[in-house]
């Protein structure tokens, strides 16, 4: 046995002799030979870890990529025939494109080093019946640990003496402390909800306590998350990277076809030699690869990531940024993501009557009474916060105290921290086990008892209440049943019920406290909630009309969450504890998240998270989960898209994690999914972009082989290289940053299945504006060739008279592709909705993208050097009338295309999704 089960601890009902005579301690803890024995026996209290990543494997895996293996094949068989040029560009392509992935990717597995930075250096034992502090990794299960107030707890332990607070929240998500004490088990049974236990990596905010070690290392919580954050396997290829993949060995199948099947074409039907067919070959295959696509697609997605970096959300992934465009269901955690984890008053009761404080940001004078300027004056003098003198309307302190005194001024109490103080006779500390603080404020005439804390206990210690005019009558069964009802609709609402009572007194001393806290009158109720951000309303609309759902997942209580959710427009109908999740079956969770759209699940376990994130997956959904603590990290690894905390975050949900909150708000991640889908339609623009052009490409090569060489070869493979690698990139790039179409986030998110190559895509591409430039562009050669007295037959090689006509009809097959390009540009910025709907000048990085484009085609065209490189010369001036028209007929056919179709279909702009939920 490693270690002693947390839950056998927790519910032992047996007196502590017993307790610590099972893991054989006793009352002077260990000593130094059996810490020795145990330490071989449990191990050091540290994490471990396993094996990371290997970044040359990772950098090789950019170089085999289908599509960079195909231009792996392209560069070897250019070598191979003698076109050395061609083949290092190609390779210098492959290159560049790998390491500018594996720079932006590549990232450390670090999360259990992070983990142990949640393990302290020091602890305080008892061993051999001495106090002393020793190095927290010789702990070991036995030993008596000393919790005292500021230090983080070592090892998994029950308390044996004392009570503490505890601030759990790096490992439950929990966003109040907790008190722990020793004595049985009051809370659920062998969890981390457990009244008498506490773990490692919590930290101690009060009190001071004795406890029994338990679990250490790998045996603890934090070393089972730490466990769970290493077996959780890799979240696999994203949507894009599959279809990028799926792409490229379509592209390789079509091009190693072609290739074959007019080979033997090439060289027995049309009689040409076998190097002439090789050339053949190679141009067919740098034709039919879009040399462009991989570092097109990864500047892209590197351009989305800065664009949401701008924006507050931090993607250290490249291919997440269209992972969250295809978002199905967001799990969202509570505190500081919905909310602003920032208490305020909502709500104020007293017998006069009850105020909405959240209504107004002021209190009239008909709310003004004697109950409300009593209650204000509880609130005022029994507090720890004090007002910021260079601010006034804020408050330094407890979030709670904080809000309190607020509402205390906005009640009109003098809320100055120094008349406090000189009134202030006795304080009595928040007690975490009697949930109550009290003061003793006045003058020795005027002398008051003001308490404040749980209405259940401050209840109990109320005799009376005070009334409207300011008289004091019991509180008798009929009046504690009223307030009662009170406090649980409030609480029902998910709202935090503070109840203030006060008593006239003679005079006190500090050691009487139950006597002090005794024959109160109570005053009121105030309600606090953490309020929701407000924008986070919109971003929850905006989700829902995008046809997502979005599921609370937290650590907080469900009727505080369910109440939170409702306010911001998660109309979630089911929540659902940890406990009751621990006992479900995965095919009765698979049947909850097919029959409730949204849901609420509360007080989860690490495993319980990274369950709902494997359930909803199997279930074909693309799934976000938010989280900032330790116990997320497991879900955050596992999920399509991790999201973390930038702020509240641990280092270790931020490890995990795919994308960073800079600012903590769900409104981020409304605009992230915005931004996956528009750099997801962006892609599919450009790659129609660059699939256009593949067949301009590749006909010329086609017509030298069908005329056995008859038609001398309308274009060179540097040529292509130059189109594909220099005119082409840079307004491909500038389709990668078009502005997001009207009705983007009106659409449900896209079918899995559904490719981001679609047969409308590629008819329209090869067959339609392809071939419209093809014809362009073969006509446009053949003009300036017939032109120059060229025949069927007549030689053009070089020093032949006829050489410098035929450089001038490539370049014009160059020149003339380039000129469709422009047209295509346009005409791929959308799918349907006509270029006067989007703007001519909306994307103005086209525009410059356009112009180098230009500028470089002339560059290759007039520069002597250039020219000798890729065999081209100035056409004849009067064809440029001509270059000029073929952008216009390239983006007018299309426009056509689109106005019919928006004739048949209807609008441009796509309908909202029909299962969009309405927000009200």
Same mark, same amino acid.
């Given at each position: 046995?490693?270690?002693?089960?947390?839950?056998?601890?927790?519910?032992?009902?047996?007196?502590?002799?017993?307790?610590?005579?099972?893991?054989?301690?006793?009352?002077?803890?260990?000593?130094?030979?059996?810490?020795?024995?145990?330490?071989?026996?449990?191990?050091?209290?540290?994490?471990?870890?396993?094996?990371?990543?290997?970044?040359?494997?990772?950098?090789?895996?950019?170089?085999?990529?289908?599509?960079?293996?195909?231009?792996?094949?392209?560069?070897?068989?250019?070598?191979?025939?003698?076109?050395?040029?061609?083949?290092?560009?190609?390779?210098?392509?492959?290159?560049?494109?790998?390491?500018?992935?594996?720079?932006?990717?590549?990232?450390?597995?670090?999360?259990?080093?992070?983990?142990?930075?949640?393990?302290?250096?020091?602890?305080?034992?008892?061993?051999?019946?001495?106090?002393?502090?020793?190095?927290?990794?010789?702990?070991?299960?036995?030993?008596?640990?000393?919790?005292?107030?500021?230090?983080?707890?070592?090892?998994?332990?029950?308390?044996?003496?004392?009570?503490?607070?505890?601030?759990?929240?790096?490992?439950?998500?929990?966003?109040?402390?907790?008190?722990?004490?020793?004595?049985?088990?009051?809370?659920?049974?062998?969890?981390?909800?457990?009244?008498?236990?506490?773990?490692?990596?919590?930290?101690?905010?009060?009190?001071?306590?004795?406890?029994?070690?338990?679990?250490?290392?790998?045996?603890?919580?934090?070393?089972?998350?730490?466990?769970?954050?290493?077996?959780?396997?890799?979240?696999?290829?994203?949507?894009?990277?599959?279809?990028?993949?799926?792409?490229?060995?379509?592209?390789?199948?079509?091009?190693?076809?072609?290739?074959?099947?007019?080979?033997?074409?090439?060289?027995?039907?049309?009689?040409?030699?076998?190097?002439?067919?090789?050339?053949?070959?190679?141009?067919?295959?740098?034709?039919?690869?879009?040399?462009?696509?991989?570092?097109?697609?990864?500047?892209?997605?590197?351009?989305?990531?800065?664009?949401?970096?701008?924006?507050?959300?931090?993607?250290?992934?490249?291919?997440?940024?269209?992972?969250?465009?295809?978002?199905?269901?967001?799990?969202?955690?509570?505190?500081?993501?919905?909310?602003?984890?920032?208490?305020?008053?909502?709500?104020?009761?007293?017998?006069?009557?009850?105020?909405?404080?959240?209504?107004?940001?002021?209190?009239?004078?008909?709310?003004?009474?004697?109950?409300?300027?009593?209650?204000?004056?509880?609130?005022?003098?029994?507090?720890?916060?004090?007002?910021?003198?260079?601010?006034?309307?804020?408050? /330094?302190?407890?979030?709670?105290?904080? @809000? #309190? !005194?607020? +509402?205390? =001024?906005?009640?009109? $109490?003098?809320?100055? *921290?120094?008349?406090?103080?000189?009134?202030?006779?006795?304080?009595?500390?928040?007690?975490?086990?009697?949930?109550?603080?009290?003061?003793?404020?006045?003058?020795?005439?005027?002398?008051?008892?003001?308490?404040?804390?749980?209405?259940?206990?401050?209840?109990?210690?109320?005799?009376?209440?005070?009334?409207?005019?300011?008289?004091?009558?019991?509180?008798?069964?009929?009046?504690?049943?009223?307030?009662?009802?009170?406090?649980?609709?409030?609480?029902?609402?998910?709202?935090?019920?503070?109840?203030?009572?006060?008593?006239?007194?003679?005079?006190?001393?500090?050691?009487?406290?139950?006597?002090?806290?005794?024959? /109160?009158?109570?005053?009121?109720?105030? @309600? #606090? !909630?953490? +309020?929701? =951000?407000?924008?986070? $309303?919109?971003?929850? *609309?905006?989700?829902?009309?995008?046809?997502?759902?979005?599921?609370?997942?937290?650590?907080?209580?469900?009727?505080?969450?369910?109440?939170?959710?409702?306010?911001?427009?998660?109309?979630?109908?089911?929540?659902?504890?940890?406990?009751?999740?621990?006992?479900?079956?995965?095919?009765?969770?698979?049947?909850?998240?097919?029959?409730?759209?949204?849901?609420?699940?509360?007080?989860?376990?690490?495993?319980?998270?990274?369950?709902?994130?494997?359930?909803?997956?199997?279930?074909?959904?693309?799934?976000?989960?938010?989280?900032?603590?330790?116990?997320?990290?497991?879900?955050?690894?596992?999920?399509?898209?991790?999201?973390?905390?930038?702020?509240?975050?641990?280092?270790?949900?931020?490890?995990?994690?795919?994308?960073?909150?800079?600012?903590?708000?769900?409104?981020?991640?409304?605009?992230?999914?915005?931004?996956?889908?528009?750099?997801?339609?962006?892609?599919?623009?450009?790659?129609?972009?660059?699939?256009?052009?593949?067949?301009?490409?590749?006909?010329?090569?086609?017509?030298?082989?069908?005329?056995?060489?008859?038609?001398?070869?309308?274009?060179?493979?540097?040529?292509?290289?130059?189109?594909?690698?220099?005119?082409?990139?840079?307004?491909?790039?500038?389709?990668?940053?078009?502005?997001?179409?009207?009705?983007?986030?009106?659409?449900?998110?896209?079918?899995?299945?559904?490719?981001?190559?679609?047969?409308?895509?590629?008819?329209?591409?090869?067959?339609?504006?392809?071939?419209?430039?093809?014809?362009?562009?073969?006509?446009?050669?053949?003009?300036?060739?017939?032109?120059?007295?060229?025949?069927?037959?007549?030689?053009?090689?070089?020093?032949?008279?006829?050489?410098?006509?035929?450089?001038?009809?490539?370049?014009?097959?160059?020149?003339?592709?380039?000129?469709?390009?422009?047209?295509?540009?346009?005409?791929?910025?959308?799918?349907?909705?006509?270029?006067?709907?989007?703007?001519?000048?909306?994307?103005?990085?086209?525009?410059?993208?356009?112009?180098?484009?230009?500028?470089?085609?002339?560059?290759?065209?007039?520069?002597?050097?250039?020219?000798?490189?890729?065999?081209?010369?100035?056409?004849?001036?009067?064809?440029?009338?001509?270059?000029?028209?073929?952008?216009?007929?390239?983006?007018?056919?299309?426009?056509?295309?689109?106005?019919?179709?928006?004739?048949?279909?209807?609008?441009?702009?796509?309908?909202?999704?029909?299962?969009?939920?309405?927000?009200?």
């Amino acid at each position: 046995m490693n270690s002693i089960d947390a839950g056998t601890v927790s519910e032992r009902r047996d007196p502590q002799e017993l307790l610590v005579g099972e893991l054989r301690t006793g009352p002077d803890g260990l000593d130094e030979r059996e810490v020795t024995r145990r330490l071989l026996t449990y191990g050091r209290n540290e994490l471990e870890r396993r094996d990371g990543r290997s970044w040359p494997r990772d950098l090789l895996r950019q170089f085999i990529h289908p599509l960079a293996l195909l231009l792996w094949v392209a560069a070897a068989l250019a070598a191979v025939t003698g076109s050395t040029a061609v083949s290092i560009a190609i390779a210098a392509v492959i290159v560049l494109n790998a390491i500018f992935a594996f720079v932006q990717e590549q990232q450390a597995e670090q999360a259990v080093e992070l983990l142990s930075r949640y393990l302290p250096t020091k602890a305080t034992v008892i061993r051999g019946g001495r106090r002393r502090e020793l190095d927290a990794v010789e702990l070991v299960p036995g030993d008596l640990l000393v919790v005292a107030e500021g230090e983080r707890v070592s090892a998994d332990a029950r308390l044996l003496h004392g009570t503490v607070e505890i601030d759990t929240s790096t490992l439950t998500g929990e966003s109040s402390p907790v008190v722990r004490t020793a004595g049985p088990n009051v809370g659920e049974s062998g969890s981390m909800n457990a009244s008498n236990l506490v773990f490692s990596g919590s930290i101690c905010t009060a009190g001071e306590a004795t406890a029994v070690v338990f679990a250490t290392g790998m045996h603890s919580q934090l070393g089972r998350i730490a466990a769970l954050s290493q077996n959780v396997g890799p979240r696999g290829d994203s949507p894009l990277e599959r279809e990028v993949r799926r792409v490229a060995w379509i592209i390789a199948l079509v091009s190693v076809v072609i290739g074959v099947a007019f080979l033997p074409l090439g060289t027995l039907a049309a009689g040409l030699t076998f190097s002439a067919a090789a050339v053949f070959a190679i141009g067919l295959l740098v034709g039919n690869v879009p040399e462009g696509l991989l570092p097109t697609i990864t500047l892209a997605l590197g351009a989305g990531v800065r664009a949401l970096a701008r924006q507050g959300a931090l993607v250290k992934r490249l291919s997440a940024v269209e992972t969250l465009g295809s978002t199905t269901v967001i799990c969202t955690d509570k505190t500081g993501t919905l909310t602003a984890n920032r208490m305020r008053v909502v709500s104020i009761w007293t017998t006069t009557g009850p105020i909405d404080v959240e209504a107004s940001a002021t209190v009239s004078s008909d709310d003004v009474s004697p109950t409300t300027t009593s209650l204000a004056e509880v609130l005022a003098s029994c507090t720890s916060a004090t007002i910021d003198d260079d601010e006034p309307t804020v408050a /330094l302190g407890d979030p709670t105290e904080t @809000a #309190l !005194l607020l +509402a205390a =001024r906005l009640l009109g $109490a003098d809320v100055d *921290a120094g008349r406090r103080e000189r009134l202030c006779r006795v304080i009595y500390r928040f007690d975490p086990s009697l949930k109550l603080m009290t003061t003793v404020d006045g003058t020795d005439d005027d002398l008051w008892v003001h308490t404040k804390g749980a209405p259940e206990s401050v209840l109990l210690r109320c005799t009376t209440v005070l009334q409207p005019d300011g008289s004091e009558e019991p509180l008798d069964e009929a009046r504690l049943a009223a307030v009662c009802e009170i406090i649980a609709a409030q609480a029902g609402q998910g709202l935090r019920v503070l109840a203030a009572a006060r008593r006239k007194t003679d005079g006190v001393s500090s050691d009487e406290r139950a006597d002090v806290e005794s024959g /109160l009158c109570l005053v009121g109720l105030v @309600a #606090l !909630l953490d +309020a929701p =951000r407000p924008e986070v $309303a919109g971003a929850v *609309a905006s989700c829902h009309q995008a046809g997502i759902r979005i599921l609370v997942v937290t650590g907080d209580l469900g009727l505080t969450a369910q109440a939170v959710a409702r306010r911001v427009g998660i109309d979630a109908d089911l929540v659902v504890s940890g406990s009751e999740l621990d006992v479900m079956s995965d095919a009765a969770l698979d049947r909850l998240l097919v029959e409730h759209r949204e849901i609420i699940f509360a007080r989860n376990s690490p495993e319980a998270k990274l369950r709902i994130t494997d359930a909803l997956r199997s279930l074909g959904e693309v799934v976000a989960m938010t989280g900032d603590g330790v116990n997320d990290a497991p879900a955050l690894k596992r999920a399509d898209i991790g999201i973390a905390m930038g702020r509240s975050g641990t280092d270790v949900a931020r490890d995990a994690a795919t994308m960073i909150l800079t600012d903590d708000n769900f409104a981020s991640i409304a605009v992230a999914v915005a931004e996956g889908r528009r750099v997801y339609e962006n892609v599919r623009k450009f790659i129609f972009y660059i699939f256009v052009h593949a067949t301009p490409e590749v006909v010329p090569f086609l017509l030298y082989a069908l005329s056995g060489g008859r038609i001398p070869l309308p274009l060179t493979v540097l040529q292509i290289l130059a189109i594909d690698l220099g005119t082409e990139t840079l307004p491909a790039l500038a389709l990668g940053r078009e502005p997001a179409e009207p009705g983007l986030m009106n659409r449900p998110p896209r079918p899995q299945r559904e490719g981001v190559i679609r047969p409308a895509m590629l008819v329209r591409a090869w067959l339609f504006l392809g071939l419209l430039s093809a014809g362009l562009v073969i006509g446009g050669y053949f003009f300036v060739l017939t032109s120059g007295g060229w025949h069927i037959g007549a030689v053009i090689g070089a020093g032949s008279p006829l050489h410098h006509v035929y450089l001038q009809a490539t370049t014009m097959t160059f020149l003339g592709i380039v000129a469709c390009q422009i047209g295509t540009a346009f005409a791929a910025r959308t799918e349907r909705a006509s270029l006067r709907q989007i703007g001519l000048t909306t994307n103005p990085l086209l525009l410059w993208g356009i112009a180098f484009e230009v500028t470089f085609a002339a560059a290759i065209t007039t520069i002597p050097g250039l020219r000798s490189i890729f065999g081209t010369t100035p056409p004849p001036l009067d064809v440029l009338p001509l270059l000029i028209s073929f952008p216009f007929i390239v983006w007018g056919a299309d426009e056509i295309r689109r106005s019919l179709i928006r004739r048949h279909v209807g609008s441009g702009i796509a309908p909202a999704a029909s299962g969009a939920m309405a927000v009200t």
